[in-house]
């Protein structure tokens, strides 16, 4: 088995980067300092979380040895892998694929293990052999998987990919880890701001939908609140949700209706289209 | 940390601890996603609730640049000349506050995303994050805030920050302590009906009509939600 798992903690970096293996001269540890102090600064400067992914995968690859590609992945309940982001289409397939497959590093490995290393993927026929089978559609060999975050069922994974078997060595490993470390805070902050963020932007979209429903049939503020709400009940969605469909589109989303028996369906528009706002 | 309804928040309690080591009269803490999507903690102080409302409508103050670029800004003297020029001409002169400090409530740096982690400690030399809001103190006479004061204040910024963000994660901060005021949202989709146009259109018409007719934009929203202000009136000024 080519695999290895890794429950190393990240290196200092006086371990250091180096294209070969161990070496690691003193410029390189400080070209490495520097390049590691400006992914810091620039993770924490981003304006956005996707910001803060699109970066980080894009620093990866400029300072692990031997990546050519990276990808952030976001799997839920153990089951979904979805890229979050990537520089390129090989990391996005790698993620398709392991949720169409149902196996694959990010589905095991990760949750458990800092990193996971991977020679070649279309030799580890013994643990996931339906994903090895389908390497060649992924196009790049060999893999570097590092965990961002476990939180239960939920996990972040930067996932490196190499051009050739065996690409990455423990200088790539020692310097992903670093890197992955700086993306792991970075997003922790991005989720937690987008999570204060999105309260306030709930409250607001929720309050624009009341304001619609009572200037456009004359409701109480209570009143239109309880329509939205009933809608959100009816419709099994979250009320957020709703009214942001109709700040969107001027339009309270449909509850179901018992399909007509004859005729083409009938539906009065209250509004312009949006698209005429 | 959690509150009892009729308590205050549990940012402004961790406030009220420090008060008397720093020296305030008054105290708001608004949390902020950008300039018109923003709300005052419950029990934060009114007059300088106001005074931010009043910043917010002209786009320009000590609140906005503290939020924006993410450092303190400390104002000597309210009445003295300021680099806010609409604003200073706007503030009411029976404004009781003279003296504020600003800070910006940043993401806390160096949360761990692994209990096993040792938390990373932040560079004082690395750019500031996005803010969550800020917080301001101000005292009703010229008593300038010094820099030892705004070093303290810069801690309780960093711990009320970590606080909100562990609130707004279980939704409580904004189920319990900011969801009432959604006055300027609701008046602003009533004018969005009205007009047949975006949210955003219809802020920027409220603000234009809050700025000729001397109120706030949060005033301006009030007044429109209490039949004070038709909303064809705003819509179609005369």
Redesign the interface.
Known sequence: MDVENRGT?ASSPAQGRSSTADGGDADGLDGLARDL?DL??AL????SPQEVLDRAVTTAVALVPGAEAAGISLVRARRTVTSAAATSLPARRLDELQTELGEGPCLDAVFTHRSTRVDELARETSRWPALAARAGEIGLPSMLCLQ???DGDTLGALNLLGAEPAAFGDASEQVGLLVA?HA??A????R??A??????????????????????HRLS?DQAFALLSSVSQDLNRKLHEVAADL?AT?ELPQRPQPRPQTGPPHRERR??HPE?? | MTAAPEDPPPELQVCALVREAVGWDRLVVV???DVD???ALRGSDAVLEGYCDLQQTLLQGPSLDAFTWGAPVVVDDLRARLPWPLLSSATPPDLPVRSVAVLPLL????????P??PP?QP?PS?????A?GVLTAGRDRVDPFTRAQVSVLTHLAAVVSAL??HR??T?E??AVD??PN?????????????L????GEAKSRLRAHAFTSGRTLNGLARAV?DGEVA?GDVAHPR
């Not at chain 1, 999570?195 to 456009?216: C, N, P, S, Y």
């Not at chain 2, 993401?107 to 692994?114: E, L, M, N, Q, Y």
């Open positions: 903690h102090a810091a600064r924490q400067s981003a304006a961002l975050f476990v470390a792991a805070v997003v922790a902050d991005a937690q701001l999570h204060t963020h999105l309260g306030l932007a709930h409250r607001d979209v929720i309050g624009q939908a009341k304001g619609i429903l009572m200037e456009r503020a700040a001027g509004t312009q005429q706002r | 949390v902020a996603r999507t923003r709300a993401v806390p740096a160096g949360t761990p995303t692994d096993a982690d990373v560079d690395d750019p500031p994050g996005p969550l909100l963000v707004a994660a939704g901060l904004v900011v969801a959604d006055d300027l949202a609701v008046a602003a989709g009533m004018l969005a009906e009205h047949g146009a975006t949210a939600l909303v």
